[in-house]
């Protein structure tokens, strides 16, 4: 009896975060995103990692409060460690650029790498470039070769991805 309250505790507590992110949204849509942000930053206090991906982006940019990189730094950080992968192509590209943390490619590139894994076009073209231009890695065209595949496979056919991809095909690149 007790593993049951216990579990229909935990199912009620994750609904009610889900909720707070879909008023959040609801809330964002209608123009209220001061109130949004508030629902995105106490889904993420409590562990909801889009909670925090939305918290983070608002402080990325500076939308509705003053821009903050650190502070979305480790919203993006708590969002990517919960498994939210585009959170984790977002933390990727600060690294790679410098934006918010320290520049390092090398972090960049194992971000990029886990959030191609995990499904993001996007993620995974960075990662080819990183490999086709030899960044904080030994410069690999195999490799950027696959990941541009793959990013063609995942995103649009007509996308750089399938046109590096397709480049590299045609200069011998196994």
């Not at 194992?110 to 996007?122: F, M, N, T």
């Not at 990013?151 to 690149?173: I, M, P, R, W, Y």
């Amino acid at each position: 009896m007790k593993k049951t309250l216990m579990i229909v505790a935990l199912l009620v507590g994750l609904n009610l975060e889900a909720n707070m992110v879909e008023d959040g949204i609801t809330a964002s849509k209608s123009g209220n995103h001061k109130k949004a942000l508030e629902l995105f930053e106490k889904a993420c206090e409590n562990d909801n990692a889009m909670g925090c991906n939305y918290a983070a982006q608002a402080y990325n940019v500076g939308r509705v409060v003053q821009r903050d990189l650190d502070k979305a730094v480790v919203l993006f950080t708590k969002s990517c460690d919960k498994g939210l992968m585009d959170a984790c192509m977002v933390l990727g590209r600060n690294y790679y650029i410098g934006q918010g943390v320290k520049k390092d490619i090398v972090k960049a590139r194992e971000l990029l790498v886990h959030a191609c894994d995990g499904g993001i076009s996007d993620a995974c073209f960075k990662s080819g470039l990183i490999y086709e231009l030899g960044q904080g890695v030994a410069q690999d065209l195999t490799k950027a070769k696959s990941f541009y595949k793959k990013s063609c496979e995942l995103g649009e056919s007509d996308n750089d991805a399938c046109k590096f991809h397709k480049q590299l095909t045609h200069a011998g690149v196994k």
